[in-house]
């Protein structure tokens, strides 16, 4: 009985190392199917509301490129800031992943309120239903949910009020975002828009899925149920109006929650408006400063420059496929996404 319970233990053991080795290697979420032309997008809003004639453009913009537009409820809904309750702007999500006519869901805009509607989506429906969900800021955290939660791939990339809005829209944003809707082959080294290159931060060479978002958002989740393990992962990170020591406070939160020493490199996209303007001597950092701090600390390789966030160019970034990332010595740097960002195709 000692041998039989000794040889079961050990095969316990045996089969829990290979489950967790088999959890951390790189690996690419469950993807939704390229779009086709007539396919059905979903537009919601998932947090702030907005006049629905900011977005009017876009709805146009959409159909002239050969798709059927479906708004949800919460597009015309007002409850305070929000676009509709929270029990109704989840309703949405819902139903929008539920719905096979529906082939991506594109949020309207971001703002604030998608983490309120966390605990209240259908995970494991949703996993049955894997399709492209995009957007970025305020949607970080979907992107963060869906991924650790229902184990989908999802898009951070342009929203529909990008395409009205002069500071958020551009012609590399546009091509790349219907572009990265059809695309049936690996996105390969990334795109950049002209005169701008990725940079070293920390020199090295990692690999893993990527996840991430906005820094802010990102922070506000550690220490709840859909906080980002990360874990073997390449790591986006962007942010918007924060100043340096702010954006300190928030990586030094990561860097505690062990955050950064789980992942295996780091991507830094656009930090729009989050230089240190002195105004007062707490600001004496700047923001490269902050940025190279934690860099050095985390001892992973991090690279600058992702056309990723609150800028005009913004790129359609899958997330949750796998990615290499190579920083060097010499200061170039490269990010190549070597996965298909939908399923059904060759890779």
């Given at each position: 009985m000692k041998k039989l319970l000794s040889a079961s233990l050990l095969c316990v053991m045996f089969i829990c190392a290979a489950v967790e080795t088999?959890?951390?290697?790189?690996?690419?979420?469950?993807?939704?199917?390229?779009?086709?032309?007539?396919?059905?997008?979903?537009?919601?809003?998932?947090?702030?509301?907005?006049?629905?004639k900011d977005f009017q453009g876009s709805l146009e913009l959409l159909k002239a490129q050969g798709y059927r537009?479906?708004?949800a409820p919460s597009c015309k809904a007002m409850y305070e800031h929000f676009a509709g309750t929270d029990r109704k702007r989840a309703a949405d999500i819902n139903a929008f992943f539920r719905d096979d006519e529906v082939k991506a869901i594109l949020c309207v805009r971001g703002g604030y309120g998608a983490a309120r509607i966390l605990d209240r989506?259908?995970?494991?429906?949703?996993?049955?239903?894997?399709?492209?969900?995009?957007?970025?800021?305020?949607?970080?955290?979907l992107h963060i949910?869906?991924?650790?939660?229902?184990?989908?791939?999802?898009?951070h990339g342009p929203m529909l009020v990008?395409?009205?809005?002069?500071?958020?829209?551009?012609?590399?944003?546009r091509a790349q975002f219907f572009d990265g809707l059809r695309r049936t082959i690996p996105?390969?080294?990334?795109?950049?828009?002209?005169?701008?290159?990725?940079e070293t931060v920390l020199p090295g060479e990692a690999e893993g899925i990527i996840v991430g978002g906005n820094l802010t958002v990102l922070t506000s989740l550690v220490g709840t149920p859909y906080e980002l393990n990360g874990k073997g992962a390449l790591l986006l990170l962007e942010e918007v109006g924060e100043r340096p020591y702010?954006?300190?406070?928030?990586?030094?939160?990561?860097w505690q929650s062990g955050l950064l020493s789980r992942v295996n490199g780091i991507l830094l996209g656009d930090f729009v408006g989050c230089e240190n303007k002195g105004a007062s001597p707490i600001e004496d950092f700047t923001l490269e400063q902050v940025l190279t701090h934690y860099a050095r600390l985390s001892h992973k390789p991090v690279l600058r420059g992702v056309p990723s966030?609150?800028?005009s160019n913004n790129l359609l970034l899958p997330l949750g496929v796998h990615a290499v990332m190579r920083a060097g010595k010499d200061g170039k740097a490269s990010l190549v996404i070597d996965t298909v960002a939908f399923s059904g195709q060759v890779e």
């Open positions: 088999v959890w951390a290697a790189p690996f690419s979420r469950l993807r939704g199917q390229p779009l086709r032309p007539g396919d059905c997008i979903g537009v919601l809003a998932s947090g702030s509301y907005t006049n629905d537009v479906k708004l989506l259908d995970y494991k429906m949703i996993a049955r239903h894997p399709k492209p969900f995009i957007g970025f800021s305020d949607v970080t955290a949910a869906l991924g650790e939660q229902a184990g989908i791939s999802t898009m990008s395409f009205t809005r002069p500071n958020f829209d551009s012609e590399y944003t996105l390969g080294e990334i795109p950049m828009p002209e005169e701008r290159e990725l702010r954006i300190d406070r928030m990586m030094n939160q990561l966030g609150h800028a």
